[in-house]
């Protein structure tokens, strides 16, 4: 028997459309953050969900709204901030211009995006990679245990390690990563 996981980043921010570093922050969904989560939720509208994982933050749990409204039959819904985007610490609610400004664009691209440098008083990815795998150790057990289609509205550096692990990508691959708005991605698991 199969299972399918689901994974899919949350709908445009108003911190990421204006380019600010947002990690932690609760920053809401945009016009067109909502507008990506309705593709989202029209292209998985055919697939069976039976449980959703989600974090803290409005922008996953507001993405999921939409995609659920067309799956009455999911019956669990999981927040679990192992998935949450990565802290940019000290880099907060700054934009990312002011920090090429103060500290040039070689350190900015450094704290922005590098595996295992991070930014002050913030995560690498490298330590979003640990947590990340944490989650995915027991995600993988309770699909098998319960032989249930996950969907997963997560964040964009948080899907980076998720899908190094499924895609068996290397580390310089894993950072070159596009995580669109408006798609999905989807991962086979035997049970």
Same mark, same amino acid.
Request: include cysteine.
């Given at each position: 028997m199969r299972c399918y996981i689901y994974l899919f980043r949350h709908g445009e921010s108003y911190f990421n459309q204006s380019k600010r570093f947002t990690g932690w922050v609760d920053s809401g969904l945009t016009k067109r953050g909502i507008k990506s989560a309705k593709i989202i939720a029209r *292209?998985?509208?055919? /697939? %069976?969900?039976?449980?959703?994982?989600?974090?803290? #933050?409005?922008?996953? +749990?507001d993405t999921l709204k939409e995609v659920l409204k067309f799956h009455s039959e999911c019956l669990k819904l999981i927040k679990d901030d192992r998935m949450i985007e990565r802290s940019y610490g000290r880099l907060q609610r700054k934009y990312h211009k002011s920090i090429i400004e103060k500290h040039g664009k070689k350190q900015f691209d450094i704290w922005h995006r590098s595996y295992d440098v991070p930014?002050?008083?913030?995560?690498?990815? *490298?330590?979003?990679? /640990? %947590?990340?795998?944490?989650?995915?150790?027991?995600? #993988?057990?309770?699909? +098998?245990?319960?032989?249930?289609?996950?969907?997963?509205?997560?964040?964009?550096?948080?899907?980076?390690?998720?899908?190094?692990?499924?895609?068996?990508?290397?580390?310089?691959?894993?950072?070159?990563?596009?995580?669109p708005y408006d798609d999905y991605f989807c991962y086979k698991i035997e049970v």
């Amino acid at each position: 028997m199969r299972c399918y996981i689901y994974l899919f980043r949350h709908g445009e921010s108003y911190f990421n459309q204006s380019k600010r570093f947002t990690g932690w922050v609760d920053s809401g969904l945009t016009k067109r953050g909502i507008k990506s989560a309705k593709i989202i939720a029209r *292209k998985l509208k055919d /697939k %069976r969900i039976d449980v959703t994982y989600h974090t803290r #933050l409005s922008r996953s +749990k507001d993405t999921l709204k939409e995609v659920l409204k067309f799956h009455s039959e999911c019956l669990k819904l999981i927040k679990d901030d192992r998935m949450i985007e990565r802290s940019y610490g000290r880099l907060q609610r700054k934009y990312h211009k002011s920090i090429i400004e103060k500290h040039g664009k070689k350190q900015f691209d450094i704290w922005h995006r590098s595996y295992d440098v991070p930014p002050p008083g913030g995560e690498s990815i *490298k330590m979003v990679e /640990k %947590r990340v795998k944490s989650f995915i150790k027991d995600l #993988l057990k309770f699909i +098998k245990k319960y032989k249930v289609n996950v969907g997963i509205s997560a964040h964009g550096n948080s899907m980076r390690p998720f899908r190094r692990h499924f895609e068996k990508l290397s580390i310089n691959k894993m950072m070159k990563l596009k995580n669109p708005y408006d798609d999905y991605f989807c991962y086979k698991i035997e049970v």
